[in-house]
């Protein structure tokens, strides 16, 4: 449906009802918009996992690039890759949004469309928020709630010496699927590997309760920079296996050979949101049947090392030169 209308017309409140409208109180809400604050009722027993990110027109989406519904599917996956990485389940989230008062209102309906369908597929209802004029750029800010047992909420701080480093699925597509879309590009799979990121909840919560890692991250600002956190964490170094890092058919298809441009991208691609976990080696046999059982692809990618620093080597053990470690804002390297 096209709007011939900006949000002008319809003001704070009426865009507030707008979104209220699509949206239906799920498990746990015992008041949701409408009142000051939200109320929620957790499991007896659980921690509230709480995470929060912020994205930015012109900083973290173009939407000249990116469709809105996308936007708003993909808005809100960020968040709950967060809660999958802390192996939580994510139930409820708010939604902040700073809009330009010209912007059109389809965007707008589109925008809110993708992120309730994502919020419909992952079982978490919205439950309040903010909303306020932006001068000319458009401001998402959206926060999740999930909770976990404590005892088996998983942090950045837990990898020992001999742990093995992990990886979910494949990484350097939505890096790969960035570059295709701005030089106009095709490729469906790795466009929407960056568009549209899939994160892993039901892997993060499933690792979670078995117990499995000792500390997991998910992948946003590429997998050297976001392993970097968990060592810094965990005061700990680590070995990688270049040979060992998994890539799609697609990422292969246009890198045959491993050059310096794959490397960057594998390496240091931002926002594959995979999980990125450490294992102890006798827990090795039950990650394998557990991510059978999930159908989800593991890689094992090298090993937690008792002297800091990270390194990655080739096939004949040669320590490769590693250049950009992944996105920072306010740096430039
Ligand atoms: P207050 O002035 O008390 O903060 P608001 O007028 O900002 O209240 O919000 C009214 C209600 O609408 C609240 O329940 C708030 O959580 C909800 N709300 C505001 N903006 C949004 C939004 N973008 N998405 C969802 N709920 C929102
Ligand atoms: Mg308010």
């Known amino acids: 449906m096209r709007y011939d209308a900006t949000l002008k017309s319809l003001g704070e409140f009426g865009l507030i009802d707008r979104i209220a409208r699509c949206v239906t109180d799920g498990a746990g809400v015992a008041l949701g918009i409408g009142d000051d604050a939200a109320a929620v009722a957790h499991s007896a027993g659980n921690l509230s996992l709480i995470t929060t990110d912020m994205l930015v027109e012109g900083v973290h989406f173009d939407l000249s690039f990116c469709d809105p519904f996308s936007l708003g599917r993909k808005s809100l996956s960020v968040n709950l890759s967060d809660i999958a990485a802390m192996g939580g389940t994510p139930r409820h989230f708010l939604l902040s949004m700073a809009v330009p008062p010209s912007a059109d209102l389809a965007l707008l309906d589109d925008l809110i469309r993708g992120m309730m369908q994502r919020a419909t597929e992952f079982g978490v209802s919205l439950i309040g928020g903010d909303t306020c004029s932006s001068p000319d750029r458009l401001v998402l800010s959206l926060t999740v709630l999930g909770e976990?047992?404590?005892?088996?909420?998983?942090?950045?701080?837990?990898?020992?010496?001999?742990?093995?480093?992990?990886?979910?699925?494949?990484?350097?597509?939505?890096?790969?699927?960035?570059?295709?879309?701005?030089?106009?590009?095709?490729?469906?799979?790795?466009?929407?590997?960056?568009?549209?990121?899939?994160?892993?909840?039901?892997?993060?919560?499933?690792?979670?309760?078995?117990?499995?890692?000792?500390?997991?991250?998910?992948?946003?600002?590429?997998?050297?920079?976001?392993?970097?956190?968990?060592?810094?964490?965990?005061?700990?170094?680590?070995?990688?296996?270049?040979?060992?890092?998994?890539?799609?058919?697609?990422?292969?298809?246009?890198?045959?050979?491993?050059?310096?441009?794959?490397?960057?991208?594998?390496?240091?691609?931002?926002?594959?949101?995979?999980?990125?976990?450490?294992?102890?080696?006798?827990?090795?046999?039950?990650?394998?049947?557990?991510?059978?059982?999930?159908?989800?692809?593991?890689?094992?990618?090298?090993?937690?090392?008792?002297?800091?620093?990270?390194?990655?080597?080739?096939?004949?053990?040669?320590?490769l030169p590693l250049r950009k470690k992944g996105f920072n804002h306010f740096s430039e390297s």
Not at 158 to 186: F, H, Y
Not at 187 to 201: A, G, W
Not at 276 to 297: A, H, K, Y
């Open 148 to 319: 976990q047992l404590p005892e088996k909420i998983v942090r950045r701080s837990g990898a020992g010496p001999g742990d093995n480093i992990c990886v979910t699925g494949t990484v350097g597509d939505s890096a790969l699927g960035l570059k295709l879309l701005k030089n106009g590009e095709r490729d469906d799979f790795l466009i929407s590997r960056h568009l549209d990121p899939t994160p892993r909840v039901r892997e993060g919560r499933a690792l979670a309760d078995a117990c499995i890692p000792s500390a997991m991250i998910d992948l946003s600002d590429g997998l050297l920079a976001d392993l970097q956190h968990i060592l810094d964490s965990s005061s700990a170094g680590a070995r990688l296996r270049e040979a060992d890092i998994p890539l799609s058919p697609h990422f292969l298809a246009r890198f045959p050979a491993m050059d310096d441009e794959a490397r960057t991208m594998a390496l240091s691609g931002g926002e594959d949101y995979e999980l990125l976990f450490t294992v102890p080696p006798i827990r090795m046999p039950d990650l394998f049947s557990l991510m059978q059982e999930l159908g989800t692809p593991v890689a094992v990618i090298g090993s937690v090392t008792e002297t800091n620093g990270l390194s990655v080597v080739d096939t004949d053990g040669n320590q």
